[in-house]
C-alpha cells in the first residue's frame, strides 16, 4: 500500500487528487507543519526538505509533488499525455512557477511579521502573470493538454482553486478559462473526496508563536 505523506496544502492536495482519480489504495498519514512535525527524524529521512506531501511505495521514496505525479502517472500509465515535451514543460512552468510565486503572494499577505507592499505587489503580479498564462492555453482546449483530463490539470487546480488568498476573488474576472477548469475538476467525484480528506484529521490552525517558529523558522533572525 502505498503511504502518503500529507497536509492541506495545495502540493499535497494536488497528488491526493490524482490518488482518488486513479482508485489506488493508500493510507494517508498527516504532517502537521504547526506542530512541527515535519522536523522529526523520522520524516526528514523521508523528505530531507521538511515539507509535504513524500510517498512510499515499497523501496521507492518521492518528495515534491511534481515529482510524485509524474511518478504515479508513468507507474500507473493514467493522466498522462502523448505529447511529452508539453507535458513535461508545462509540469515544471506550474513548479517553477506558478507555486513559488502564488505560495509567495499568500505568505507575504497574510504571514509576513510586517506589510512590505513590494512583495505584495511583485508576487501578486507574477501569480497573475503564470495564471493568465493558463488562461490563455486553456482557450482553445478544454484542458491544458487538449482533450484529455492530465496531471498538469491536476497540479493546475491545487493552487488555481485558492485564487481568492492568491490573489483575490476579483482576479476570476479575467480567468475565465482557468475558472472553468477549476469549476469543473472540483465538482468530480476525486476531487469531493479530497475534501473529505482534508476534514479528515483535525490539524492545528491556530498561527501562534509555535506555529510561526515551525513554518516560517527564517523569521527568529528577522530584525526590524
Keep these: 500500500m502505498l503511504k502518503f505523506y500529507y497536509n492541506l496544502g495545495p502540493n499535497p492536495m494536488k497528488v491526493a487528487?490524482?490518488?482518488?482519480?486513479?482508485?489506488?489504495?493508500?493510507?494517508?498519514?498527516p504532517v502537521d507543519t504547526r506542530k512541527g512535525e515535519q522536523f522529526t527524524a523520522d520524516y526528514?529521512?523521508?523528505?530531507?526538505?521538511a515539507k509535504a506531501p513524500s510517498l512510499i511505495d515499497g523501496e521507492t521514496v518521492l518528495f515534491d509533488s511534481n515529482a510524485i505525479l509524474l511518478y504515479l502517472a508513468?507507474?500507473?500509465?493514467?493522466?498522462?499525455?502523448?505529447d511529452r515535451g508539453q507535458l513535461l514543460s508545462w509540469l515544471m512552468f506550474v513548479a517553477s512557477g506558478v507555486g513559488p510565486y502564488s505560495g509567495q503572494s499568500v505568505h507575504f499577505q497574510a504571514y509576513a511579521p510586517e506589510t512590505l507592499p513590494y512583495a505584495v505587489n511583485r508576487y501578486r503580479f507574477e501569480a497573475r502573470r503564470h495564471y493568465s498564462i493558463l488562461d490563455d492555453r486553456l482557450a482553445a482546449r478544454p484542458y491544458m493538454m487538449g482533450d484529455e483530463?492530465?496531471?498538469?490539470d491536476m497540479a493546475v487546480w491545487g493552487w488555481a482553486r485558492l485564487m481568492s488568498r492568491v490573489i483575490d476573488a476579483a482576479a476570476w474576472d479575467d480567468l475565465h478559462n482557468l475558472k472553468r477548469l477549476v469549476d469543473g475538476i472540483t465538482v468530480r467525484p476525486a476531487a469531493k473526496r479530497v475534501i473529505e480528506l482534508t476534514e479528515r484529521h483535525a490539524f492545528k490552525t491556530e498561527q501562534d508563536e509555535e506555529s510561526n517558529r515551525y513554518m516560517f523558522p527564517s523569521n527568529a533572525n528577522y530584525t526590524r
Excluded: R, V
Design 17 to 29: 487528487l490524482f490518488l482518488e482519480e486513479a482508485a489506488l489504495d493508500y493510507e494517508a498519514i
Design 44 to 49: 526528514l529521512a523521508i523528505n530531507p526538505n
Design 149 to 152: 483530463y492530465s496531471i498538469i
Design 74 to 82: 508513468e507507474k500507473t500509465g493514467q493522466f498522462l499525455a502523448e
